[in-house]
């Protein structure tokens, strides 16, 4: 049965119209267990297959449509890879998952007794999605959370300095579901992903401050979190951990020593140090880098960095070999 529904997963539907996309959802959702919509924008799909494991991911439709491999849920390649049952709330544009009909689809779950039917429940989700996995995670006391770059909330009385987000200012943040940092009491243990170099996303991540609460700090990915994990192939071993009940921070920066190999980030790290203005940093990364991957941007910038180091009477070190290092 996975193989076959992780077939019908990554075949991807194409440019399609939003309509068509979402019933191509229902029709795979209905086969393997139930697809509901939740008011106008919002929707729920479960993927019924394991009894004890069940992963939980809040995605955007534009997110979820833009995968560059197949244009379905993470969460539901994410499951598919290890035989997991899968929920997935999706959201139709960014509305941070703030509706009555979402409050409702989790108060008739925690009725039913829906979570507390899995031995091992994980909350995962991105940005706006990520506030959401936080705040509805009380539904399931005990789950891991894992969310990344997430708002604590958008009530301008607490987060009037993030001005991104003025047209949810009229949004209720303070009924149902409301302040994330405080919906995380009852979870097992959460993860917070964030880069510091975004002051927003920091001043967001501060305020989540609990006992049961890391953060980890993921800097110079610009943003780009979830996509970096995912193109390491570091997001399912992460997931993988927390669903089995032993995820811990050093197994977040164990896991991120991967980024030094990583073309992407270096480049966003050459970049923030040019600007900077660090050409003695700046030529050891580029040496650094140049020893094991042709990249013609570090070569110029290793060359930039000399001269500006020679202006200023100062050289780098000699370079060591690989076996020397």
């Known amino acids: 049965m996975a193989e076959k ?13 939003l309509e068509e996309w979402l019933d191509r959802l229902e029709d795979i959702a209905e086969d393997h267990g139930y697809f509901e919509p939740l008011g106008p924008d919002h929707s729920a799909t479960f993927i019924d297959r394991s009894p004890s494991r069940l992963l ?28 997991w049952s899968q929920l997935c709330l ?32 994980v909350f995962f989700g991105t ?11 009380v539904a399931s006391p005990g789950a891991t959370v894992i969310v990344i770059s997430p708002q604590a909330t958008l009530d301008p009385r607490i987060t009037e300095w993030d001005d991104r987000f003025r047209h949810m200012r009229r949004t209720s943040f303070t009924d149902r579901y409301g302040y994330a940092p405080d919906m995380l009491e009852a979870a097992w ?53 927390a669903m089995a009940g032993t995820l811990t921070t050093a197994d977040f ?6 980024r030094r190999d990583y073309l992407p980030w270096l480049r966003r790290l050459l970049g923030a140090l040019v ?28 060359r930039h960095a000399e001269r500006a180091l020679q202006a200023r009477g100062r050289k780098l070190p000699p370079q060591r070999t690989l076996q020397e290092a």
């Open 5 to 17: 529904l992780l077939t019908e997963l990554m075949d991807p539907a194409g440019d399609c119209p």
């Open 189 to 241: 243990r959460a993860f917070i992903l964030y880069d510091p170099e975004d002051d927003f996303d920091a001043a967001h991540a501060a305020l989540f401050t609990r006992p049961n609460v890391e953060k980890i700090r993921c800097r110079h990915f610009d943003g780009q979190i979830e996509t970096f994990l995912y193109e390491m192939d570091l997001l399912q071993p992460l997931i993988d951990k």
């Open 253 to 258: 920066h164990r896991a991120l020593r991967a």
């Open 56 to 83: 939980v991911t809040f995605e955007t439709v534009a997110a979820a449509r833009a995968r560059p491999d197949c244009d379905v849920p993470l969460g539901w390649e994410l499951a598919a890879e290890r035989d």
């Open 127 to 137: 940005d706006s999605a990520g506030y959401a996995a936080a705040a509805y995670s």
């Open 90 to 121: 999706l959201s139709h544009g960014e509305t941070w998952f703030r509706h009555r009909a979402v409050y409702m689809h989790f108060d008739r779950l925690v009725d039913e007794g829906f979570f507390d039917e899995f031995d091992q429940v």
């Open 275 to 302: 600007e900077a203005e660090r050409p003695y940093l700046t030529g050891l990364l580029c040496r650094n880098v140049l020893q094991h991957i042709n990249a013609p941007r570090f070569r110029r910038q290793l």
